[in-house]
């Protein structure tokens, strides 16, 4: 198998033999050609993206092996160029001398033979995809990482959480002790484990991390211990559970409070001698994993009532960590936000009045609840082509939701601004036979209404608002509206009032 | 009687000293076989006289350590020694103008082949310079370097055949290119140049077989290459394949 694409670059003195391999090998590769060290090198200034250099040792008549002074130079300059030395010389201390300086392999010219140099120009050049593919996927193992640990950086600068960090850093220095990370859903506890797989001792060694409410029950023991081949129907070969993967670094259980009594007498074996047995095997294995539990259960409630085995619960709880509920750390909210628009001022693609509202929202789902409406408002705000994430940009719930306002002030913060009670009558809501280029109007309408009357009808301020550039494009949005839909300007007196030249009702 | 063998080119030398060794109480009989593999007429030999230099085609030639490279290498007991009219120090040369009184003497403390280096040289044209010469290099002595270029150029050409491209195009655009006809004169120039100083050594046989190949395929380079049966029925591309197999064989040892 050849590939045409490949480009290999020809270096020797003899123009003839450039023609022969060109010839011979005119279906399969590209050739270019070089004949002495200084034409090589104006070669490699002009493209550097060969896939193989052919060497000749000899590039002139003074029977010096010049080639093998150049592989080192080569080699270092261009890693990514594998070389074949192609030479007269077939002595073994030459090809060893070849070999060591870095050229990948040898050919001698008196053993011409298509099968065997087209089979060694592959191997070559496929050992090279491979390197450059395992570099690609090296990079990407490391993007992936980099990017996990973007998701998992512990975001957070309230008392709170600083609290927590202070408290993981110093668990962390305790690479034996089994943690218990308590918190409501969506709260960050896997977050949590790996801020503190990454400050801790293990930080080099794995980091697994599994749902055990996620894993069917007739398959969680396998899962997490291994099982041999033939250990149950289906089990064709042997395979390593999640215990075996973390050895040597952190395995986090989470959803502990989830699992049925069989692996919770394991897990209690498992932390009483650090040993398990994979299903089907004889012998136990002995590990060296930290286990960081974690659960939005109350386990010493489970416990009274007889679902979770008071001594596991007496393990687990050696250090318990409850990480806080988003409501009650809302100071971190605009940090989180700022996390999933980097590079960018959260202030400025987030609309005071939204802001506000996501502050005061009460957050049930906690960071997860946030990190899907991040996603949502970036959607709604393309779909009304905004430049600012505002109030209708935000999920229904956030919207409508006012409950906590009181709770919000109560607490100390920042009043919200008086946006969130306009003082201008309500709009009165969409008629069910409107068609949805009429709603998006009527939405923008309603928002340019009350911004008019925010600002007391300063059209500059008004645009600024609603991230317009000016008011020229103010103008254009309400032209337009009023050109497409003149029936919906009867209930929007500021507008019809501040562009009394555009909107035009009839009596 | 004891029974010393000997290699000469000429018939005199050998003749003018024969009685001698007969008088020494020693059988002095000519190596028949003077081209040889190794074969049973070595096996049976206890001393050889190289007579030095060669003398053939009326040039003097040196290769008394290309014999001994032979000896050493299959026949490492046989008591090596050279003889000849120059004056030369060494345990195992007998110089012709001054024989040793007593030979029996003279054999005893002569060196195994494995005890000494080499011979001293014997004043003809140096076969190992030459040997280097033919294997060696990257200019315009070595015969193997130009023989590889017209097998690999054959090789292709007949790889071109297997692929059905027209002999006409191959001919055009690798053959002419490559100037093969030209290659061809020079190689069998050079062979016949080195051939004479080759006679005489213990390949001498393979060096024939090497000839003969040569020969075989002549036809199609001396028809100027424009023949695609000769190219096929000759089997040039398998002769060549074989004489350079051959040559290498001995460039192993001796190159």
Same mark, same amino acid.
């Given at each position: 198998m050849?590939?045409?694409?490949?480009?290999?670059?020809?270096?020797?003195d003899?123009?003839?033999?450039?023609?022969?391999?060109?010839y011979a090998?005119r279906?399969?590769?590209?050739?270019e050609?070089?004949?002495?060290?200084?034409?090589l090198?104006k070669k490699?200034?002009?493209?550097?993206?060969?896939?193989l250099i052919?060497?000749?040792l000899?590039?002139?008549?003074?029977?010096?092996?010049?080639?093998?002074d150049?592989?080192?130079d080569?080699?270092?300059?261009?890693?990514?160029?594998?070389i074949i030395?192609v030479?007269?010389?077939?002595?073994? %201390?030459?090809?060893? +001398? #070849?070999?060591?300086q870095g @050229?990948?392999?040898?050919?001698?010219?008196a053993?011409?033979d /298509?099968?065997?140099?087209?089979?060694?120009?592959?191997?070559?050049?496929?050992?090279?995809?491979?390197?450059?593919?395992?570099?690609?996927?090296?990079q990407?193992?490391?993007?992936?990482?980099d990017q996990k640990?973007k998701?998992?950086t512990f975001i957070?600068e309230?008392?709170?959480?600083?609290?927590?960090?202070?408290?993981l850093r110093?668990?962390?220095?305790?690479?034996?002790?089994?943690v218990l990370?308590?918190?409501?859903t969506?709260?960050g506890?896997?977050?949590?484990?790996r801020?503190l797989?990454s400050?801790g001792a293990r930080? %080099?060694k794995?980091? +697994? #991390?599994?749902?055990?409410? @996620?894993i069917q029950k007739?398959?969680?023991e396998?899962?997490? /211990?291994?099982?041999?081949?033939?250990?149950?129907?289906?089990?064709?070969?042997?395979?390593?559970?999640?215990?075996k993967?973390?050895?040597?670094?952190i395995?986090m259980?989470?959803?502990i409070g989830d699992?049925d009594?069989n692996i919770q007498?394991?897990?209690l074996?498992f932390l009483?001698?650090k040993?398990i047995?994979?299903?089907g095997a004889?012998?136990?294995i002995?590990?060296?994993?930290?286990?960081?539990?974690?659960t939005?259960?109350?386990?010493?409630d489970?416990?009274q009532?007889?679902h979770?085995?008071a001594?596991?619960?007496?393990r687990?709880?050696?250090m318990?960590?409850?990480?806080? @509920?988003?409501?009650?750390?809302?100071a971190?909210i605009?940090l989180?936000l700022?996390?999933?628009?980097?590079?960018?001022?959260?202030?400025?693609?987030?609309?005071?009045m939204?802001?506000d509202?996501?502050k005061?929202?009460?957050?049930?789902?906690?960071?997860r609840?946030?990190?899907?409406?991040?996603s949502y408002?970036?959607?709604?705000?393309?779909?009304?082509?905004?430049?600012?994430i505002?109030?209708d940009c935000?999920?229904?719930?956030?919207?409508e939701?006012n409950?906590l306002v009181?709770?919000f002030y109560t607490?100390?913060?920042?009043?919200p601004?008086q946006?969130m009670?306009?003082?201008s009558?309500?709009?009165p809501?969409?008629?069910?036979?409107?068609?949805i280029e009429e709603?998006?109007a009527l939405?923008?309408?309603?928002?340019?209404?009350q911004?008019?009357f925010?600002k007391?009808?300063?059209?500059?301020?008004v645009a600024v608002?609603?991230?317009l550039?000016?008011?020229?494009n103010?103008r254009?949005?309400?032209k337009?509206?009023?050109?497409?839909h003149?029936h919906l300007?009867k209930?929007?007196p500021?507008i019809?009032e501040?562009y009394?030249?555009?909107?035009?009702?009839?009596? | 009687m004891?029974q010393?063998?000997?290699?000469?080119?000429?018939?005199i030398?050998?003749?003018?000293?024969q009685?001698?060794?007969?008088?020494?109480?020693?059988?002095?009989?000519?190596?028949?076989d003077?081209?040889?593999?190794?074969?049973?007429?070595f096996?049976?030999?206890?001393?050889l006289?190289?007579?030095v230099?060669?003398?053939?085609?009326?040039?003097?030639i040196s290769?008394?350590?290309?014999w001994?490279?032979f000896?050493?290498?299959?026949?490492?007991?046989?008591?090596?020694?050279t003889a000849?009219?120059?004056?030369?120090?060494h345990t195992n040369y007998?110089?012709?103008l001054q024989l040793?009184?007593?030979?029996?003497?003279?054999l005893q403390?002569?060196?195994?082949?494995?005890q000494f280096d080499r011979f001293?040289?014997?004043?003809?044209l140096?076969v190992?310079?030459k040997?280097h010469?033919?294997y060696?290099?990257?200019?315009?002595?070595s015969?193997?370097?130009e023989?590889?270029k017209?097998?690999r150029?054959?090789?292709?050409a007949?790889?071109?055949?297997?692929q059905?491209?027209?002999?006409p195009?191959i001919?055009?655009?690798?053959l002419?290119?490559?100037?093969?006809?030209?290659k061809?004169?020079?190689?069998?120039?050079r062979w016949q140049?080195?051939?004479?100083f080759f006679k005489g050594?213990p390949f001498d046989t393979?060096?024939?077989?090497v000839?003969?190949?040569?020969?075989s395929i002549?036809p199609?380079?001396?028809?100027g290459?424009?023949?695609?049966h000769l190219l096929i029925?000759?089997?040039?591309?398998?002769?060549?394949?074989?004489i350079?197999q051959?040559l290498?064989?001995?460039g192993r040892q001796?190159?």
């Open positions: 050849a590939n045409k694409n490949y480009n290999i670059l020809i270096v020797d003899d123009a003839e033999f450039h023609q022969q391999i060109r090998f279906r399969n590769y590209v050739f050609g070089a004949i002495n060290q200084e034409h090198e490699l200034k002009e493209r550097s993206d060969f896939d052919l060497l000749d000899m590039l002139d008549d003074s029977n010096e092996m010049v080639g093998l150049m592989i080192p080569l080699a270092s300059r261009f890693p990514e160029i594998p030395v030479t007269a010389d077939k002595k073994i %201390d030459t090809v060893v +001398q #070849a070999m060591k @050229a990948r392999d040898f050919l001698t010219k053993d011409y /298509f099968d065997f140099w087209n089979k060694k120009f592959q191997e070559v050049l496929q050992s090279q995809s491979l390197r450059e593919e395992n570099k690609a996927l090296r990407e193992v490391q993007k992936h990482r640990q998701e998992f957070g309230s008392q709170k959480i600083l609290e927590i960090k202070r408290i110093l668990v962390s220095e305790e690479p034996d002790i089994t990370i308590t918190g409501e969506g709260v506890k896997e977050v949590a484990a801020f797989h400050h930080k %080099d794995p980091f +697994q #991390a599994v749902n055990l409410s @996620a007739t398959l969680l396998s899962t997490l /211990f291994g099982h041999k081949k033939g250990a149950f129907t289906g089990a064709t070969r042997d395979m390593e559970g999640y215990f993967q973390a050895n040597g670094g395995l259980l989470d959803e699992i009594a007498i394991k897990l074996r009483e001698t040993m047995r994979p299903v004889d012998k136990d002995q590990l060296d994993v930290q286990i960081v539990a974690a939005h259960r109350d386990l010493k489970e416990v009532k007889g979770f085995r001594d596991l619960y007496q687990l709880k050696a318990v960590v409850k990480i806080p @509920a988003l409501r009650e750390r809302r971190d605009p989180i700022q996390h999933y628009y980097p590079g960018e001022d959260v202030n400025e693609i987030i609309s005071p939204a802001m509202k996501l005061n929202y009460h957050w049930p789902g906690n960071i609840e946030l990190k899907n409406a991040i408002m970036q959607l709604r705000k393309k779909i009304f082509d905004r430049k600012q505002d109030l935000l999920p229904v719930e956030i919207q939701f409950e009181d709770t607490n100390g913060s920042s009043a601004d946006e009670a306009p003082t009558p309500e709009s809501p969409p008629p069910s036979n409107l068609t709603e998006h939405i923008d309408l309603r928002k340019i209404e911004s008019l925010r007391n009808k300063v059209k500059k301020d608002e609603l991230g550039e000016n008011t020229d103010l254009y949005k309400i337009k509206y009023f050109d497409k003149p300007f209930d929007f500021l019809c501040s009394k030249r555009i909107v035009k009702l009839e009596e | 004891k010393v063998s000997y290699l000469s080119t000429d018939q030398t050998p003749k003018a000293v009685n001698w060794f007969e008088q020494q109480g020693y059988q002095f009989v000519p190596l028949t003077a081209s040889p593999q190794p074969s049973e007429a096996q049976k030999i206890e001393i006289i190289l007579f230099p060669f003398f053939h085609n009326n040039v003097y290769n008394e350590n290309v001994k490279s000896f050493q290498e299959h026949y490492p007991d046989v008591l090596l020694l000849g009219y120059i004056k030369q120090a007998l110089d012709l040793p009184e007593d030979l029996p003497a003279f403390n002569a060196k195994s082949i494995n001293p040289f014997s004043g003809g140096d190992e310079k040997l010469k033919f060696k290099g990257h200019g315009d002595e015969l193997t370097y023989l590889g017209i097998a150029i054959i090789t292709m007949v790889d071109e055949l297997k059905a491209v027209p002999f195009e001919y055009k655009d690798l002419i290119p490559n100037r093969i006809i030209e061809w004169k020079v190689l069998t120039n140049n080195y051939l004479p050594l393979t060096l024939q077989e000839h003969d190949g040569f020969s002549a199609f380079f001396e028809g290459c424009e023949d695609e029925d000759l089997n040039c591309k398998e002769k060549l394949h074989e350079k051959k290498e064989i001995i001796y190159g």
